[in-house]
């Protein structure tokens, strides 16, 4: 009997590529999502892709109804990986509130119905956000959380010490909280992607936005920063082999005989790539030019972060494997894809329970 393994915000990016890295392991993926970042044509071309029925759930994680309805309509879920979250750090700024509310609720909703269900495994979407302002690394998960940058951030260190705290309470959970670094590309099919219903803000999408014109250029957020060519320094990974790790996350959980058991790991590639770099390479890949625009630093950047990657290896057996410039090939042919029309018709969001 395959594990059934719900997926709180299936349709996002990170969460598309994860569940099919969860079918392509053995896993039975369930979608819940609410679409309120993420296009519904991600189910059919989840369905294209792997050749799957894909039960997907239509709600939010912030209804606790909503959420009933899926552990009533599968009440053989053996474990739980929870993205359902929003995610930009500029919106955090402007708008804490709705992150604070959204972010924390959804996550103690999930908390609730998983110990009420006895769900005992349960992976948690961080981020290496939650180290704060800290401009050491390599980082390393014993270096702790540091002042956090936004309230996106704190979001994300509540989730941390709320799931660690359940377990040293004796829930009987067993938890692990996956902190990415700089997710980049899209699945080689070119079906799925980022797909942010808003304009992106993260460096790639924006990059390839000057490309194709949408922008007139790519801003570079400071020059002069103490790096070997001036610009800021990031850990940037394939979305596959961040889904990847997510599998590796849950094998270890159903492997692990402890009963209580939190722990954290820094998910990149260990090492790190200026902008300058990212550009050059994106060029090399497409033999396109990127029209750039030196400017001045974005307010909140750090100079230079990027993972130690040591312990996602000998706890989890997980490395990332795919090269930066297959990650930038991979996100072009996605993003020429989504910017000529979708190859699947639009889907309707209607209806709660169906299957792709
Ligand atoms: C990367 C670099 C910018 C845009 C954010 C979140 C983090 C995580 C990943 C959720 C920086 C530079 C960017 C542009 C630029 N998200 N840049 N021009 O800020 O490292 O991390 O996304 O977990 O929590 O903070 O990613 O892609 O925004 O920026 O020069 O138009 O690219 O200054 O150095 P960031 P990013």
Same mark, same amino acid.
């Given at each position: 009997?395959?594990?059934?393994?719900?997926?709180?915000g299936g349709?996002?990016?990170?969460?598309?590529h994860?569940?099919? =890295?969860?079918?392509?392991?053995?896993?039975?993926?369930?979608?819940? &999502?609410?679409?309120?970042?993420?296009?519904?044509?991600?189910? &059919?071309?989840?369905?294209?892709?792997?050749?799957?029925?894909? @039960?997907?759930?239509?709600?939010d994680?912030?209804?606790?109804?909503?959420?009933?309805?899926?552990f009533?309509?599968?009440?053989n879920?053996?474990g739980?990986?929870? $993205?359902? #979250? +929003?995610?930009?750090?500029a919106?955090?700024?402007?708008? @804490?509130?709705?992150?604070?509310?959204?972010?924390?609720?959804?996550?103690?909703?999930?908390?609730?119905?998983c110990?009420?269900h006895?769900?005992?495994?349960?992976?948690?979407?961080?981020?290496a956000?939650? *180290?704060g302002e800290?401009? %050491?690394?390599?980082i390393?998960?014993?270096?702790?959380?540091? !002042?956090?940058?936004? /309230?996106y #951030?704190?979001? !994300?260190? $509540?989730?941390?010490?709320?799931?660690?705290?359940?377990v040293?309470?004796?829930d009987?959970?067993?938890?692990?909280?996956?902190? *990415?670094?700089?997710?980049?590309g899209?699945?080689?099919?070119g079906l799925?992607?980022?797909?942010p219903?808003? /304009? @992106?803000?993260n460096?790639?999408?924006?990059?390839m &936005? =000057?490309v194709?014109?949408?922008? @007139?250029?790519?801003?570079?957020?400071?020059?002069? *920063?103490?790096?070997?060519?001036?610009?800021?320094?990031?850990?940037?990974? +394939?979305?596959? &082999?961040?889904?990847?790790a997510?599998?590796?996350?849950?094998?270890?959980?159903?492997?692990t005989?402890?009963?209580? *058991?939190?722990?954290? $790991?820094?998910?990149?590639?260990?090492r790190?790539?200026?902008?300058?770099?990212?550009?050059e390479? $994106?060029?090399a890949?497409?033999?396109m030019?990127?029209?750039i625009? /030196?400017a001045?630093r974005?307010?909140?950047d750090?100079?230079?972060?990027?993972?130690?990657?040591?312990? =996602?290896?000998t706890i989890?057996?997980?490395?990332?494997?795919?090269?930066?410039?297959? #990650?930038?090939?991979?996100?072009?042919?996605? +993003?020429? %894809?989504a %910017?000529n029309?979708?190859?699947?018709?639009?889907?309707?969001?209607?209806?709660?329970?169906?299957?792709a």
């Amino acid at each position: 009997m395959k594990k059934q393994i719900l997926v709180t915000g299936g349709a996002g990016n990170i969460g598309s590529h994860t569940v099919l =890295a969860l079918l392509e392991n053995g896993y039975e993926p369930i979608i819940f &999502d609410n679409f309120s970042n993420s296009n519904g044509a991600v189910i &059919d071309r989840l369905a294209l892709i792997s050749g799957a029925r894909i @039960p997907v759930v239509t709600g939010d994680c912030c209804c606790l109804i909503d959420l009933q309805m899926v552990f009533k309509c599968f009440p053989n879920i053996s474990g739980v990986i929870h $993205f359902a #979250a +929003h995610k930009s750090v500029a919106e955090s700024v402007a708008n @804490p509130m709705k992150y604070y509310s959204n972010n924390i609720v959804s996550l103690t909703n999930v908390m609730k119905l998983c110990r009420d269900h006895l769900i005992r495994n349960i992976v948690f979407s961080s981020s290496a956000a939650v *180290y704060g302002e800290s401009d %050491q690394s390599p980082i390393v998960e014993t270096q702790g959380m540091g !002042k956090p940058a936004s /309230p996106y #951030a704190l979001t !994300k260190q $509540f989730g941390e010490r709320v799931l660690e705290m359940a377990v040293e309470g004796g829930d009987g959970i067993k938890a692990l909280g996956l902190r *990415y670094f700089n997710p980049v590309g899209a699945h080689p099919s070119g079906l799925i992607g980022e797909d942010p219903l808003g /304009p @992106p803000a993260n460096l790639v999408p924006v990059l390839m &936005d =000057a490309v194709t014109g949408r922008r @007139p250029s790519l801003q570079v957020f400071g020059t002069d *920063y103490d790096t070997r060519d001036g610009s800021c320094i990031r850990d940037y990974l +394939h979305v596959s &082999d961040l889904a990847d790790a997510h599998v590796c996350a849950l094998n270890h959980l159903f492997q692990t005989s402890e009963t209580n *058991y939190w722990n954290v $790991f820094n998910i990149g590639t260990g090492r790190g790539s200026t902008v300058f770099e990212i550009i050059e390479a $994106f060029e090399a890949v497409t033999n396109m030019k990127v029209p750039i625009l /030196p400017a001045g630093r974005r307010e909140g950047d750090l100079r230079e972060v990027y993972a130690d990657v040591t312990k =996602a290896k000998t706890i989890l057996g997980w490395k990332a494997s795919r090269s930066l410039a297959l #990650a930038l090939e991979d996100g072009w042919r996605w +993003h020429l %894809q989504a %910017q000529n029309g979708t190859t699947v018709p639009e889907r309707g969001n209607g209806g709660n329970v169906s299957v792709a």
